[in-house]
């Protein structure tokens, strides 16, 4: 995937002094790049028998809900906080500095599915768990994860080992 790799453009000192920050943006508007990352991100699931696709907010939609067309089925959005209009779940979460929420609308996911999860980058790996910690709440099972970039640096694969995980692009 060394090509979607030269596709990623690296912001230093985003979003603060010392952070290097890999910007998608730029291998979004790429039409090869783009689809080329859809078709990997959901061809490692083909056959799997996926029941739901989860985007994890904000960049998570923008992949997710290709992945599910490519898969055939349908997307979840888990979104922060107040954000939905119906009954929710939620799991609460630990930051570096704190806590955060994740929801999902109650009836989004049913007991047995099988759900694919899927994000733009693990970094820590905190919002995977707690993602996948709402999936399996609601009685889903968790097929496994797909990530167009991994920050190998951070671990975060410790947070949701002992589920498939993919990453295109390794940092």
């Known amino acids: 995937m060394n090509h979607l790799k030269?596709?990623?453009?690296?912001?230093?000192?985003?979003p603060k002094p010392g952070i290097l920050?890999?910007?998608?943006?730029?291998?979004?508007k790429d039409a090869q790049g783009l689809r080329s990352v859809i078709d990997e991100l959901g061809g490692?699931?083909?056959?799997?028998?996926?029941?739901?696709?989860?985007?994890i907010e904000a960049r998570g939609f923008?992949?997710?809900p290709a992945v599910a067309y490519a898969l055939n089925t349908g997307f979840v959005p888990v979104?922060?906080?107040?954000k939905?209009?119906?009954?929710?779940?939620?799991?609460e979460y630990q930051l570096e500095y704190g806590t955060d929420i994740l929801e999902v609308h109650r009836d989004a996911i049913e007991a047995g599915q099988r759900v694919l999860i899927v994000?733009?980058?693990?970094?820590t790996g905190g919002t995977a768990?707690?993602?996948?910690?709402?999936?399996?709440?609601?009685?889903?099972?968790?097929?496994?994860?797909?990530?167009?970039?991994?920050?190998?640096?951070?671990?975060?694969?410790?947070?949701?080992?002992?589920?498939?995980i993919q990453a295109l692009v390794h940092y």
Do not use: W
């Not at 030269?6 to 985003?14: C, G, H, K, N, T």
């Not at 920050?21 to 979004?28: K, V």
């Not at 994000?119 to 970094?123: Q, T």
């Not at 889903?140 to 949701?160: A, M, N, P, T, Y």
């Open 6 to 14: 030269s596709l990623i453009r690296e912001v230093p000192d985003f």
């Open 21 to 28: 920050f890999y910007d998608i943006t730029t291998l979004l």
């Open 44 to 55: 490692h699931y083909t056959g799997q028998g996926i029941d739901r696709v989860i985007g």
């Open 62 to 64: 923008i992949f997710a």
């Open 79 to 82: 979104r922060k906080p107040k």
């Open 84 to 91: 939905l209009p119906a009954r929710t779940e939620f799991v």
């Open 119 to 123: 994000d733009d980058v693990l970094a």
């Open 129 to 164: 768990r707690a993602a996948a910690n709402l999936v399996e709440k609601l009685g889903g099972k968790v097929v496994g994860f797909s990530f167009v970039i991994e920050l190998d640096f951070l671990k975060g694969r410790g947070k949701i080992a002992g589920y498939d």
